[in-house]
């Protein structure tokens, strides 16, 4: 603990001394009037329940009698009840309670301190939780307390017949509709072993988090650990933790008390910063940031926050911030012109009132000394104006629009000298980051942040997975700020991170739509009818082609895909295709608007989602149908038919042969659908739970899934999501998936080499297990020959070797890497698979047979002739398989390199990737710097794989694939002239796993995307950020080319002539985004001037003479621009050329030396 917070500590102890005076003075009046006989030990027999309080030992049995006794608070603005166990107050073992109890006290709150069992029991006069609050917690009927901090699980679950335990804790909590507070109090760790263990509580995360996640409580901070005793109840407080709790409760509560007329918010909008600040601003997967950060003034202007000058939409809004340059500095953007522009809503001066360092001086020195070795002293260098640090933003009355601050770079640049995330991935956030949240916290006087859009850097910062400490920079930065977060529904994993390291309070939002238009579905089956009648040569031939031509010519998509054929026949054939394809698999999203009912074709879309995920009856006619178009159009058609019968009749109309007539009957869908459709209705619960939010309300919470776990399971949105229980990790299901993809693997391998795979690498990331209930997890399980043990209700007890005779073939080894969100949220399923290696290797069996054997034995021989590793540790050594980012840390590292153009060659991304890869987890390693043992693995192995598990995300939806994949391959490159193999899974349709090569599933995806004017079409609708959509997959692009060879330089050839070349599309980019075209362009130079890309005559000719003519534009705008920036230069400064960086990585360098001398 900091001397500065013992300080703090101490003196709050000293004011407690005159409180505790005025209790001690109340005690016998207190004992006389209670009624009860204080210190009967019969009575502490037969008592169950009551009010407590360490001043006296009087136990309260009612409301009443304690606030006779209770003294010295009587002007206090707030009551905070606290709820714990029986067992706690019978047995003296309330420490932490009493310790909470004195702070709240110190900082002028009343507090009522119940204890109670956990469960009712009417036959024993056991009080149920719905008693407690009336007995307790209530005068005359009414709630008498803002707030509760429960230590209970159960408590919430009595007095009521109906109902699981979450259910009926959350109805008595919407009931009481106030803020329940969920301490954290680790029962396996002292406060040594916790201060040092940078996982956090991972090994109590079910009953510390999950569970009271639940139901909705809230602000899980640690403030008390396990004694150094054998008992598990007797716990110590942490003084300092409370402190922080104390202070967060008592701001949430202020939500409460304060009018919303006179209350202050920041919304608090994200960017891409690796990607282009410029080019991103408003990032948010699958919501319309703009769009619906104005529909959110609006809805909060009608609740009477003082709101002026909204802007007309979300287009409006987009333009003001980047007309005012309300946003950090980048490659194209100085602090001087963010200032001239007047995107400054403060400048915040080091010294004297509101300056930087009456903050800094309040942290503690560690910190200090780690932003100082990272950013220098402050201000630091990045947005530095005339020696104050710039904040930026909008002002619209009370209520502020923000971007979040770069998290680990600085300065008007993008290169290896400015990325010190790049340098080391623990580095601290920089000054003018810490300064943003302090000013809004502490010199604004915000009430509340709202974080709107998945997902921003905060939760990311260094520090613990979860029970942060006053030393994890999340909770250094959010300070004591009430936080909300408006994240997507379906990325419930990372979202829950949010929750457990920056206290952010969930407000959830519908996923985007999966936009399959059914009014194709007529065209499809016209031009179905034609190429049947070219094929019998029919006479009705050319007066076809001429409807066909009529039709086509009305809509400029279809006529680019026809006319890009070389005969009108093969484009026919094209356009059906495509056509099809965006039934049965489309990639054209559209983003949702916060708090809007979508319209009646999006309706569609996400009604049919939700049936082909979970209806029985629809998987059954699935397989009645002849292929899957007949089945996805053949829905279509029920589901708009319900919606709107007008459509339907319109459509129907045009029947095809390739449609089963009769196969769906409306009646036995109909309800099924109109549910989903009422269930959909209730999106609009997410401008009210905004509301409810900022009142302090309690915000009810949901589970977290997308479209296709069911619209009913999802919605309302506008919940504080919770992830679902991973006891049933692996699912039979899952598995059975698995097995299959772990077997078309082996299979696909065999073809292309004739042999068994002896080592397989994985990148696996979070979404497997909350998307598919542990498909991949099931697929490694699968291809070590092992199978999960499931009790009678399914859950997983154990996992246990299949016999080699039944397997049929070897045990196949593997090496994992995991994500930095997989290992903070699902460290048990981690350990499960590090079992199952640690089992297999074990096993007596032919080392031909048992490849994870053969390969610890051999490492096994390898250590035993160095004396620097010792013998009891070689073992742990030999079978550590599963690796990934350093503890408190996220990311690959390759991606950054890659964006800030930090490297010369793939040797220096290689140890980029191994300098950020080479953390082992398991038992007994928790992140253990393992460099040699990764690359170990990785030359060892013989192919990599990955898989898709949502149509809403692929290889080109982010570069994290290609940095793992790319990291893999270049990697493997370095030690061995063997290529490795590099596949790709997916199984959206369960009905058929899909296993193919990388490069093919590339492929597949650009056609489908890039090269589809369909989708071209769908992202021009969007604007900005469908100019930035096109962009980052050209990135990724970019980074695929340069890590792996999976995309061909003819395809490079093709984007450069479809985006650049094509007058239309470079306009339209050019004018909605000049800064996303520069990019483009650029990156494809680039890849051209490093020989990653070897184009033709004509599409170089294109690139060079627009990006020309774009650089001219920007030079033009940046004429009066004040201040040094990189704009389209690019810098190639590698970890040779930062003394920090090749500080860091000079271990990494040395093992790449000595693995090549072997």
Known sequence: MSNQANRRINKKQSDLKQTNGVRASAHQEGKLKSGEPADSENFSKRVRDGIFHPDTKIVFSSLAAYQNWYRGLDDAQMVVGILTHYENWIKKKAAVEEALIRELEVQGIRV??????????????????????????????KLSIDGLINFQMQAATGNTQSGDLFSQSVAVFKEMNIPVFRPVVSRLQNQQQWEANLAGLSAEISWAFTTSEMMGMIE??????????????????????????????????????????????????????????????????????????????????????????????????????????????????????????????????????GGYNQFYENLDPLLRASMEAAWGPPPGEGMVFENQLVITGLNFGNVWVMLQPKRGCYGPKCTGEVCKILHDPACPPPHQYLATYRYIDELLKAHAVV??????????????TNALSEFCWPDVVIGNLPNFYCYNAAIGVEGVGTKRRNYAVVLDYLPSCLNTDYTRIEVINELGNYLEAV????????????????????????????????????????????LTQSITHSFEQENHIWGEVPKLSHQVSYIKESIDGTSLYASLVKKDCIDDYTYH?????????????????????????????????????????????SSLMSVENESRALIEALMGDYIEPGLAGSPRDGLGRIMPTGRNFYLMDTQKVPTKSAYAIGVEMADQLIRQHQKDTGQFPEKVAMNMISTDISMTNGEQLSQVLALLGVTPVWNESGIVMDVKAIPLEAL??????????ISGVLRDSYPDLIALMDQAVQMVAVLNEPESLNFVRRNALKTINELAGTEEVAQETRWRRATMRIFGDKPGTYGSGVDLALKASAWESEDELAKVFTSFSGYAYGDGLNGAVSHKEFVDNVKSAELVFETSVSNRYDLLSSGYSASVIGGFNMVKNQFDQDALKQYHGTSNNKEKVVITTMADELNRIVEGTLFNPLWNRSVMDKGYRG????????????????????????????????????????????????????????????????????????????????????????????????????????????????????KSIQEVDALFDSEKSL
């Open 1027 to 1142: 100019a930035a959509e096109v962009m980052r997959k050209a990135q990724t692009i970019f980074s695929w080319k340069c890590t792996t060879k999976n995309v061909d330089d003819r395809a490079i050839d093709e984007i450069v002539k479809t985006y650049l070349g094509d007058p239309e599309m470079a306009s339209w980019l050019s004018q909605e985004n000049s800064f996303a075209i520069e990019e483009m362009s650029r990156r494809f130079l680039e890849l051209h001037q490093r020989q990653k890309w070897n184009p033709s005559l004509e599409a170089l000719e294109i690139l060079t003479n627009i990006y020309m003519k774009i650089e001219g534009d920007m030079e033009e705008l940046m004429e009066e621009s004040q201040g040094d920036y990189q704009g389209g230069t690019i810098e190639i400064v590698g970890h040779q050329d930062v003394e920090a960086w090749n």
């Open 808 to 817: 049929g073939r070897p045990r196949i080894d593997v090496i994992i890497r």
């Open 633 to 677: 159009s053949e829905m279509l058609l029920l589901i708009s038919g319900l919606l709107s019968p007008t459509k339907t009749a319109e459509l129907q109309s045009h029947p095809s042969d390739v449609m089963v007539p009769g196969i769906l009957e409306a009646a036995v869908l109909e309800n099924e659908i109109k549910n989903n459709q």
């Open 535 to 578: 094929d019998v040569q029919s006479q009705q031939v050319e007066v076809m082609q001429n409807s066909i031509e009529n039709r086509i010519n009305q809509t400029p998509e279809y006529c680019k895909i026809v006319e890009k054929e070389v005969a009108f026949l093969e484009g026919v054939k094209k356009l059906k295709g495509l």
């Open 220 to 353: 899980p901070i640690i403030i008390g650990t396990r004694k150094d005793t054998q008992d598990m109840l007797k716990m110590t407080p942490i003084p300092e933790r409370i402190s922080r709790l104390v202070a967060r409760i008592i701001r949430r509560i202020e939500l409460k008390k304060v009018k919303a007329a006179d209350k202050k918010i920041v919304l608090m909008l994200h960017c891409s910063p690796c990607a282009g600040v410029e080019a991103t601003l408003g990032s948010g997967a699958g919501l319309n940031v703009f769009e619906s950060v104005v529909r959110m003034l609006k809805t909060l202007k009608a609740a009477g926050y003082q709101i002026t000058d909204i802007p007309a939409d979300g287009p409006a809004l987009k333009k003001m911030m980047l007309d005012k340059k309300a946003y950090q500095d980048f490659r194209w953007t100085t602090v001087e012109d963010i200032v001239k522009a007047g995107g400054d809503i403060y400048r915040m001066p080091l010294s004297g009132r």
């Open 451 to 464: 974080h709107v859009g998945t997902a921003g850097s905060l939760e990311h910062l260094p520090g613990k």
């Open 112 to 141: 009522i301190p119940v204890f109670s069992y956990s469960s009712a029991d009417e036959e024993s006069g056991v009080k149920g939780f719905r008693t407690i609050i009336s007995d307790y917690f209530s005068s005359n009927g």
